[in-house]
């Protein structure tokens, strides 16, 4: 068996099992291999050297050696020196682990989709959910911008919405 890392054209990345690189290479040609987040055939093999996995029971004779060090000298620096106090009017900025990239990922598709599949109604956003709400036109995806105060009765009249995530991206 052999693990590959792969991505979709959406870049999604994730892993599977195949039996060899030929059976990969079939399964692909045969639209199998999809990806689980979107579904889509276009897959590729991530650039990511592929794992072996062990089939046998016993233990092999020669162990695996431990993966080498990092090669790269800053890596082993022992401590970062201490980060100076963020001064006021500056935004925050965050290094983020890797699931927190991912989320970041999500929320981005979540709104790429939004704006993708919604009609931007901009202003009108108040009046055109609230008709849809009591059913004088039918219902859609939209999106469009809300002041606080209308944003606030429209919830009041049980009108169901969603900010759309804000990304630091769109502060740029
Ligand atoms: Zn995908």
């Not at 889509?40 to 996995?53: R, Y």
């Not at 060090?69 to 006021?88: C, L, R, Y």
Request: hydrophobic share 35%; aromatic share 6%; glycine share 6%.
């Amino acid at each position: 068996m052999i693990r590959y890392a792969l991505n979709c054209t959406d870049g999604h990345v994730f892993e599977s099992w195949f039996q060899n690189s030929a059976a990969f290479d079939k399964q692909k040609k045969r639209g199998l291999v999809t990806c689980p987040i979107c579904g889509s055939e276009k897959v590729e093999k991530a650039i990511m050297a592929p794992k072996l996995a062990r089939t046998d029971i016993e233990r092999p004779p020669a162990p695996m050696p431990p993966p080498p060090a990092p090669s790269n000298p800053q890596a082993a620096t022992p401590a970062m020196p201490p980060m100076p106090p963020v001064p006021a009017g500056k935004s925050s900025v965050a290094i983020m682990s890797h699931q927190e990239r991912e989320l970041r990922q999500k929320l981005k598709e979540l709104r790429d989709h939004v704006t993708k599949n919604a009609n931007y109604v901009g202003g009108q956003f108040p009046e055109e959910a609230r008709k849809m709400h009591y059913g004088e036109i039918e219902h859609r995806s939209i999106y469009g911008e809300a002041s606080p105060d209308e944003a606030k009765a429209l919830h009041e009249e049980g009108i169901e919405f969603h900010p759309l995530p804000i990304l630091p991206d769109d502060q740029n």
